[in-house]
């Protein structure tokens, strides 16, 4: 591994300065360093790998030598979350909470999405500046919880929104990072609100089962409660689909609308195909590219068990491993004009490398809510794109490292209803 010299130091400062993101310095360091690379800040030396070979070993072949569990604040809000367990605990949770995610449930939430897609956009007046940051996570959030929890939630995003906003920011990286016993105030009465709020889901859906009211629902929640689950375990399962389940989605419908304010005539083109087609095919590699560009869980947090070897480089157990499905997919080496927005990559099949597009990770555990996540953006998206014209504001706009990769300051876009669908 090639050491990181003082000038390149200084470079990915630049670049840091420049972008307002920590993904500037690691493309420097990647380019100059290459795909194995440790983070050289004091009390905080990840190794950073990258590319498909990194990605296979990391998510399949050595998978049993990195462990998913770490000493941070996605452990602490998660708790015992399927997301955050090893071994046999996390494949008996997994095998729960598979059925109601399965391909083959998604076109009965078709309607479903669509209802709360038109709930949020009916609240929008001609002409408005709405953020479809802020639009999208209403959206998301309405839609994991119905479909999960069988919960509508649209007359509590008052009193959830803003515990979620900062259950979001508590596991969003920060100088925990750098000092993990910093003090953290500001959190505490907002998380407990958000425990609260799913235990009263639970309390009231075991209610209805006491009282012989069984409810006419085969969602997650009800699997979990089937399976035996404490309301603890329950919870976790609960929050961690909530937060990863609509953040995710959230970032991916915005980077979206992004991704068509910059390119005008791609989203001229998907209008025209949408207002003709009952599938657009431009619709899905619109989607493909904002993951590839964008892809919300952009980086794999790992905990080395046993050390492991990225060619002549070596990662040793007890450190932290990060693989990059950032720079895996802005990578020169497999795709061509990397950072260009070009659907049309995806128009006849990829050639690249197996994972090397891995925007919901690979392997046993790749995500549990990817073919949810993307049915529910085609959905989304087709809906809106029918039905309302947007136009961007040009305003600046740089990726957020968050729980997710957000835009932001947000996503500032004038709508309007279609002329040819006014009352």
Same mark, same amino acid.
Request: charged share 25%; proline share 8%; with cysteine.
């Given at each position: 591994?090639?050491?990181?010299?003082?000038?390149?130091?200084?470079?990915?400062?630049?670049?840091?300065?420049?972008?307002?993101?920590?993904?500037?310095?690691?493309?420097?360091?990647?380019?100059?360093?290459?795909?194995?690379?440790?983070?050289?800040?004091?009390?905080?030396?990840?190794?950073?790998?990258?590319?498909?070979?990194?990605?296979?070993?990391?998510?399949?072949?050595?998978?049993?030598?990195?462990?998913?569990?770490?000493?941070?604040?996605?452990?602490?809000?998660?708790?015992?979350?399927?997301?955050?367990?090893?071994?046999?605990?996390?494949?008996?949770?997994?095998?729960?909470?598979?059925?109601?995610?399965?391909?083959?449930?998604?076109?009965?939430?078709?309607?479903?999405?669509?209802?709360?897609?038109?709930?949020?956009?009916?609240?929008?007046?001609?002409?408005?500046?709405?953020?479809?940051?802020?639009?999208?996570?209403?959206?998301?959030?309405?839609?994991?919880?119905?479909?999960?929890?069988?919960?509508?939630?649209?007359?509590?995003?008052?009193?959830?929104?803003?515990?979620?906003?900062?259950?979001?920011?508590?596991?969003?990286?920060?100088?925990?990072?750098?000092?993990?016993?910093?003090?953290?105030?500001?959190?505490?009465?907002?998380?407990?609100?958000?425990?609260?709020?799913?235990?009263?889901?639970?309390?009231?859906?075991?209610?209805?089962?006491?009282?012989?009211?069984?409810?006419?629902?085969?969602?997650?929640?009800?699997?979990?409660?089937?399976?035996?689950?404490?309301?603890?375990?329950?919870?976790?399962?609960?929050?961690?689909?909530?937060?990863?389940?609509?953040?995710?989605?959230?970032?991916?419908?915005?980077?979206?609308?992004?991704?068509?304010?910059?390119?005008?005539?791609?989203?001229?083109?998907?209008?025209?195909?949408?207002?003709?087609?009952?599938?657009?095919?431009?619709?899905?590699?619109?989607?493909?590219?904002?993951?590839?560009?964008?892809?919300?869980?952009?980086?794999?947090?790992?905990?080395?068990?046993?050390?492991?070897?990225?060619?002549?480089?070596?990662?040793?157990?007890?450190?932290?491993?990060?693989?990059?499905?950032?720079?895996?997919?802005?990578?020169?080496?497999?795709?061509?004009?990397?950072?260009? %927005?070009?659907?049309?990559? %995806?128009?006849?099949?990829?050639?690249?490398?197996?994972?090397?597009?891995?925007? %919901?990770?690979?392997?046993?555990?790749?995500?549990?809510?990817?073919?949810?996540?993307?049915?529910?953006?085609?959905?989304?998206?087709?809906?809106?794109?029918?039905?309302?014209?947007?136009?961007?504001?040009?305003?600046?706009?740089?990726?957020?490292?968050?729980?997710?990769?957000?835009?932001?300051?947000?996503?500032?876009?004038?709508?309007?209803?279609?002329?040819?669908?006014?009352?």
């Amino acid at each position: 591994m090639k050491p990181i010299s003082p000038s390149l130091g200084r470079a990915a400062l630049l670049a840091l300065l420049k972008e307002r993101s920590p993904l500037g310095p690691l493309k420097v360091m990647a380019k100059h360093v290459g795909r194995f690379f440790q983070i050289p800040l004091p009390g905080f030396r990840p190794y950073v790998v990258f590319g498909p070979e990194a990605n296979r070993k990391v998510l399949v072949t050595e998978r049993e030598k990195v462990l998913w569990r770490n000493t941070d604040p996605v452990t602490d809000l998660l708790r015992r979350g399927v997301l955050i367990v090893d071994g046999e605990e996390h494949d008996r949770y997994r095998a729960l909470m598979e059925p109601p995610l399965h391909p083959s449930r998604l076109p009965a939430y078709t309607d479903m999405m669509i209802w709360q897609t038109e709930r949020v956009a009916s609240t929008w007046r001609d002409g408005d500046i709405v953020d479809m940051l802020v639009e999208s996570r209403k959206i998301a959030l309405l839609i994991i919880m119905q479909a999960l929890f069988s919960k509508d939630v649209w007359d509590d995003l008052p009193r959830i929104w803003t515990p979620i906003l900062k259950a979001i920011e508590y596991i969003s990286p920060g100088a925990w990072i750098l000092w993990r016993k910093i003090p953290r105030p500001g959190y505490k009465k907002h998380l407990r609100a958000l425990d609260d709020y799913l235990y009263q889901i639970i309390a009231s859906r075991r209610a209805s089962m006491t009282s012989y009211q069984l409810p006419a629902t085969n969602d997650l929640l009800q699997h979990l409660i089937d399976a035996g689950l404490t309301d603890d375990l329950i919870r976790d399962q609960m929050l961690t689909m909530l937060i990863a389940g609509h953040d995710t989605s959230t970032a991916l419908l915005a980077w979206t609308f992004v991704l068509l304010g910059e390119h005008p005539d791609i989203h001229q083109r998907l209008i025209e195909e949408l207002d003709t087609l009952d599938k657009s095919p431009l619709l899905d590699q619109v989607i493909k590219e904002s993951l590839r560009l964008y892809p919300p869980i952009h980086i794999g947090n790992r905990r080395v068990a046993e050390e492991m070897d990225f060619g002549d480089c070596k990662a040793p157990a007890g450190e932290r491993l990060f693989y990059s499905i950032y720079l895996t997919h802005r990578d020169p080496a497999i795709w061509e004009n990397p950072d260009s %927005f070009c659907p049309e990559r %995806f128009a006849h099949g990829r050639k690249t490398p197996p994972f090397s597009y891995v925007p %919901f990770g690979g392997g046993p555990r790749a995500c549990i809510g990817g073919a949810f996540g993307q049915a529910e953006a085609r959905v989304v998206l087709s809906y809106l794109l029918r039905n309302y014209q947007f136009q961007f504001t040009h305003h600046p706009i740089h990726p957020h490292m968050g729980a997710t990769l957000e835009p932001r300051p947000g996503v500032r876009m004038r709508v309007s209803k279609r002329a040819e669908n006014r009352e």
